[in-house]
């Protein structure tokens, strides 16, 4: 009972998040967070700390984030299954790469893989799926492992495998913030118009979605599509005629 507690108080957290109210999600994380601890159940309570240390990267504050993803890593390491220890070898990943650690962040992230690969079938318990099926989750962090990193290509790649791994109907919210942040990688290696099908794609997924983070991505899709409309490329012209419909929906 404690445990499920502290994911329905992890959920309130999530939506302070998605809502831009930084400081109630993380109040509502150290809830969560006590009521994991006080369940006993392996694994869970550093599942939240994990979520700290992820909101701690957000907020661009990684001298935190690093103590956080090991601690959290060091409780679970060899006490879980696979699947969901390669949830937080990838936090650990993504926090290396905060603080400039780029041999160690692509290790772990070479770790981060191989414990989904050899993961046995085990059952993932239920707190470990907040953001869906573990595998589209260690794509995304990747993907943001290799964005930091500056690998935008790679960062690209991992993105389009974490959107196709969620069904866009469950996790509508998630699939078009990984397929937006596709496109931002994509549009800075120039492949503009293969950029604006994946906004669009994007776009399509997001319709319904009350999110103000999938707001504001369109506002800055809309930042990134200002040269290449200037410059008359119809496709950005026409994206953006449907992000304005969109935002003032």
Request: proline fraction near 2%; glycine fraction near 8%.
């Amino acid at each position: 009972m404690l445990s499920a507690a502290a994911s329905g108080v992890h959920l309130a957290g999530w939506k302070a998040y998605d809502a831009g109210e930084q400081g109630l999600a993380q109040r509502y994380y150290l809830q969560s967070y006590a009521l994991a601890a006080e369940s006993g159940v392996i694994g869970h309570d550093a599942f939240v700390m994990r979520t700290m240390a992820q909101q701690g990267m957000k907020l661009h504050r990684p001298e935190h984030c690093l103590a956080l993803a090991e601690t959290s890593l060091s409780r679970v390491r060899g006490k879980v299954d696979a699947e969901t220890e390669a949830l937080f070898v990838v936090t650990h990943a993504h926090a290396l790469s905060k603080t400039g650690e780029r041999r160690a962040a692509v290790l772990e992230v070479e770790r981060a893989h191989s414990r989904l690969t050899t993961a046995q079938g085990d059952e993932v318990p239920f707190w470990a799926l907040a953001w869906g099926p573990t595998t589209a989750t260690v794509h995304s962090r990747t993907a943001k492992v290799f964005e930091t990193l500056g690998d935008r290509r790679r960062a690209a790649e991992q993105y389009a495998i974490a959107a196709a791994n969620r069904p866009s109907g469950t996790y509508a919210r998630i699939v078009s913030l990984d397929l937006v942040a596709q496109a931002e990688m994509q549009a800075t290696q120039g492949g503009v118009e293969e950029a604006c099908a994946i906004w669009g794609r994007a776009m399509n997924v997001m319709d319904g979605v009350q999110s103000v983070r999938t707001r504001k991505a369109i506002v800055a899709m809309r930042r990134s599509l200002t040269p290449f409309r200037a410059r008359g490329l119809r496709c950005a012209q026409e994206l953006d005629e449907r992000a304005i419909d969109f935002l003032s929906s």
